[in-house]
């Protein structure tokens, strides 16, 4: 990482965690240079159990997705959940 971006890097930190509001210049810019990543569970059903797979999908199609661990095992459970969401 070169002198500029961690220049850029520092002053996106300290202003997000002094709470100021970033720009869209800003938003657009910490995105397309720090990436944009959704981490993803997706649940397979083998052999009678189910196998949860783990991994960091790039939305910008730059770095790919990667996968940070192998498939564990994991327990269906049925909840009930409530949620408040904006009127």
């Known amino acids: 990482m070169n002198d500029e971006l961690k220049d850029f890097e520092q002053e996106i930190y300290k202003k997000i965690i002094a709470g100021e509001e970033l720009s869209d210049h800003e938003l657009s810019a910490a995105t397309c240079c720090f ?9 397979v059903f083998l052999g009678n159990k189910y196998y949860a797979i783990e991994c960091g999908r790039d939305l910008t199609g ?3 997705d990667s ?9 269906k459970v049925t909840r ?8």
């Open 35 to 43: 990436g944009v990543n959704e981490e993803v569970r997706t649940i």
């Open 62 to 64: 730059r770095r790919g």
């Open 67 to 75: 996968f940070g661990n192998q498939p564990y095992e994991v327990l």
């Open 80 to 87: 009930t959940v409530t949620d408040c969401v904006p009127v």
